[in-house]
């Protein structure tokens, strides 16, 4: 099982010059006034909390340090921005959903603040959907699915932890979420598998958000 899809080379070369130069943390945002102004093309991520959020923007990006990375569930509560340096790109790393132990008014801001911007930024291109590849879809990614594809915004499945499955799980895996998406108007068809630990996938998603700018 590979994720691999018939990339045209030129959009493979264009997606690694993407992320070839270093991208930088600008702000932390926890209210939508906080957010840059709308000038360029943004991609954002969400998923559960310790769905492995930061350790693959981290390894797209090739900085180790630039989300972070973290066993506390939770941790991270803000819109963080990170910005090319060279190119028309701005990464919005969401606050991670679904955790359970976080205070209710808490969970109620965060939600908020994901709606608010899932829902009102023009330049907002895709949004990554992380779910667990050990898990698949769970309520609340299906929640989230749901308001994207009311909202009209573009978005994308991408596995993650693929190392910690075996081929025929993560075949398993791969057709729940591809049934999942089927008759969802706003998902992207194909599901990206990734490992920020091995680096699977990662030249895919590269090549996607590539595209995303060429379109
Ligand atoms: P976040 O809460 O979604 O930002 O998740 P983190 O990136 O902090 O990752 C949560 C946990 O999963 C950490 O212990 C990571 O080391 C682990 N993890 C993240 N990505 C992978 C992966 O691709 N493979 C494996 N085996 N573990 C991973």
């Known amino acids: 099982m590979t994720s ?5 080379p030129l959009m493979i070369e264009r997606g690694r010059l993407l992320f070839a130069r270093p991208f930088l943390f600008v702000k932390g945002c926890v209210r ?3 957010l ?3 000038d360029r093309v943004e ?3 969400a998923g559960r909390s310790n769905v492995g959020k930061s350790s693959l923007i981290n390894a797209l990006c090739g900085t180790s340090g630039l989300a972070r990375t973290s066993n506390t569930p939770g941790r991270t509560q803000e819109l963080n921005i990170f910005e090319s340096q060279s190119e028309n790109l701005r990464i919005v790393d969401m606050p991670g959903y679904g955790y359970a132990k976080a205070p209710e008014d808490k969970v109620r801001q965060w939600t908020r603040l994901i709606h608010q911007y899932l829902t009102g930024r023009a330049t907002l291109r895709r949004v990554y959907v992380l ?3 050990r898990h698949g879809p769970k309520d609340n990614d299906l929640t989230v699915m749901n308001e994207l594809d009311l909202s009209a915004v573009s978005y994308q499945v991408v596995l993650t932890k693929a190392d910690k499955l075996l081929a025929r799980e993560l075949e398993k895996v ?3 979420t591809k049934a999942a998406i089927a008759k969802r108007p706003a998902a992207h068809p194909h ?3 990734t490992s920020s630990a091995k680096g699977t996938g990662l030249k895919d998603l590269r090549t996607e958000i590539a595209m995303l700018l060429e379109s």
């Open 32 to 34: 939508l006034a906080d």
């Open 174 to 176: 791969v057709a729940a």
């Open 131 to 133: 779910i667990d590849g």
């Open 4 to 8: 691999q899809t018939d990339y045209d």
């Open 191 to 193: 599901i990206i598998l």
């Open 36 to 38: 840059p102004p709308m």
């Open 43 to 45: 991609i954002a991520f």
